[in-house]
C-alpha cells in the first residue's frame, strides 16, 4: 500500500514510526505498512460463496455453497494460531464474508485473542443490525467494495441493485459507528469514475479510499488487455494526488491509499522532488521503512479451505494446509524455495526489476503479474509504469 494522503499531503511523518518503535504489535493500523517486523496481516477468504458476480473477481467466487470450507472449531483453531504468531490484523473476505452465519462468532475470537478484526465486503448484506453486532464485537474496520457509480458498479457487479445495496452498507455501518472505507478497482472499463467517486467519499464523508492496480488473477486474468497503459496510469496517479490533496487543502482530509503497484512510491517521490525537496526527503524514509511489496512476508492468505497462499491473488500455488499444520509453521518454513524467495526476493527478480534503483523501496513489485503475462514469475513487472530514466538505467 502506499499512502497518498500519508506521503503527499504531509499526514504521517517519520517520527510517528519511530515513536511507536515500529513493532507491529504496537502500530495503530494506518502505520502497520512501516513495521520493521512485518508480522503478517492474514487475509483469511472464510467462504468462496458470494451474491454478485463480479467480472474481476480474484476467487471465481460463486453464488452456491462450497463444501470443503474450514469449519468454525477449524476457524477458531486457525486465529488462536495467529493470534500466537503475533498476527496484528485478520482480513475476513471471500467471496462475500457476510454469507457465512457464524461471521460475528469468529470475528468476535479474533478480537478476544487480541487482534484487529477487519472485514472486505461488497457491503449489500449489511443490515442495520449486523452493523450493530458488529460494532458490539469491535470490528476495526469495513471495506466496501465500488467499482464506479451506480451504471458502471452493477455492469462490474453482475447485478442490478449492487451500487445501492453498497450504499445502505455503508450508511448502516456509519450509524453504528463502525469505520468504513471504499475500495475501488482500477481499469480502463471505470477510470473515468474516478473523479465522481472522490465526490461520493466527501458526499458521505467515508474517511477512507483504496484505489487498486489491477492483478492479473482469478477472473481478473481475464482483463489483462483492459489495463492501463503506462501513460494512462501515470495520469491517473497523478489525478489521485490532485484530488486527495484538492481535500486536505480544504480542510476535508481522506485516508487515500494506491495498491498493488509499488511503482507508486518512486513516482510520488520524484513528483515531490520537484515541488518541495525538503519534504520528499522525509517521503524517502518513510518508503524505505514501507519496503515495498511483502506478498509472502507481511501479508498471507489462508484460502477457505485452509490452503495458504502468498497473498490473495496466488491461488495457483499454495506452501501447505493448515488443516494438516499450523500458519504459522507453514509461514516460517523456509525449506519450501519459494517462501525463502519471497522472504528476500529482491534478490531474485529479473529484467528492468533487478537493475531499478528504486528495487529496495519496491521490492520488485507484483510477482502475479509477471507470471501471468510471460510464464516467469521474476521477470519484470509489466505494470511498471516508470521509465528507464526514472529507475536509473539508459
Known amino acids: 500500500m502506499i499512502g497518498i494522503s500519508k506521503l503527499y499531503c504531509g499526514t504521517v511523518e517519520p517520527s510517528d514510526a519511530l515513536r511507536y518503535g515500529r513493532q507491529s504489535d504496537k502500530l495503530p493500523s494506518h502505520l502497520l505498512q512501516f513495521s520493521a517486523d512485518k508480522r503478517p496481516v492474514v487475509v483469511w477468504n472464510v467462504t468462496r460463496r458470494c451474491n454478485l458476480k463480479c467480472i474481476h473477481c480474484y476467487a471465481h467466487a460463486k453464488d452456491k455453497a462450497f463444501k470443503n470450507e474450514l469449519s468454525t472449531d477449524e476457524g477458531k483453531a486457525l486465529l488462536d494460531d495467529l493470534a500466537q504468531f503475533g498476527v496484528p490484523v485478520i482480513l475476513f473476505s471471500g467471496g462475500e464474508p457476510f454469507i457465512r452465519k457464524d461471521l460475528p ?39 466496501i467494495s465500488l467499482d464506479g457509480m451506480e451504471e458502471v458498479n ?10 445501492k445495496g453498497a450504499l445502505e452498507g455503508i450508511r448502516n455501518s456509519q450509524e453504528a459507528g463502525i469505520k468504513v472505507g471504499l475500495r475501488f478497482t482500477i481499469n480502463k472499463l471505470n477510470v473515468g469514475e474516478i473523479p465522481r467517486i472522490f465526490d461520493l467519499v466527501e458526499e458521505l464523508n467515508v474517511p477512507r479510499i483504496c484505489f487498486y492496480h489491477l492483478v492479473y488473477a482469478g477472473r481478473g486474468s481475464k482483463l489483462i488487455e483492459e489495463d492501463l497503459s503506462h501513460e494512462e496510469t501515470r495520469a491517473v496517479v497523478d489525478l489521485i494526488m490532485e484530488r486527495t490533496k484538492d481535500l486536505h487543502d480544504r480542510d476535508k482530509p481522506k485516508e487515500v491509499l494506491t495498491v498493488d503497484n509499488h511503482a507508486d512510491g518512486p513516482y510520488l517521490y520524484l513528483r515531490l522532488l520537484k515541488e518541495d525537496p525538503e519534504r520528499a526527503k ?25 490452503s495458504v497462499h502468498a497473498d490473495q491473488f496466488w ?11 499450523p500458519f504459522s509453521e507453514i509461514w516460517t518454513d523456509t525449506s519450501n524455495d519459494l517462501m525463502k524467495r519471497l522472504k528476500d526476493k529482491k534478490k531474485y527478480v529479473k529484467g528492468r526489476c533487478a537493475l531499478c534503483k528504486w528495487l529496495d523501496i519496491c521490492a520488485g513489485n507484483f510477482r502475479v503479474r509477471p507470471e501471468a503475462v510471460t510464464g516467469d514469475l521474476w521477470a519484470a513487472d509489466p505494470a511498471c509504469f516508470l521509465t528507464d530514466k526514472e529507475i536509473g538505467i539508459q
Open 282 to 306: 522525509e517521503v524517502l524514509e518513510l518508503l524505505k521503512m514501507n519496503e515495498g511489496n511483502s506478498s509472502g512476508r507481511g501479508i498471507g492468505c489462508v484460502s477457505w479451505d485452509g
Open 105 to 143: 462468532e469468529l470475528a468476535r475470537y479474533a478480537v478476544e485473542r487480541g487482534m484487529r478484526a477487519v472485514v472486505s465486503t461488497n457491503g449489500t448484506l449489511i443490515t442495520p443490525e449486523r452493523a450493530r453486532i458488529f460494532k458490539e464485537i469491535g470490528l476495526s474496520y469495513v471495506g
Open 315 to 325: 491461488r495457483h500455488y499454495s506452501f501447505g494446509n493448515v488443516r494438516q499444520r
Open 154 to 163: 452493477d455492469r462490474f457487479r453482475g447485478v442490478k441493485g449492487a451500487f
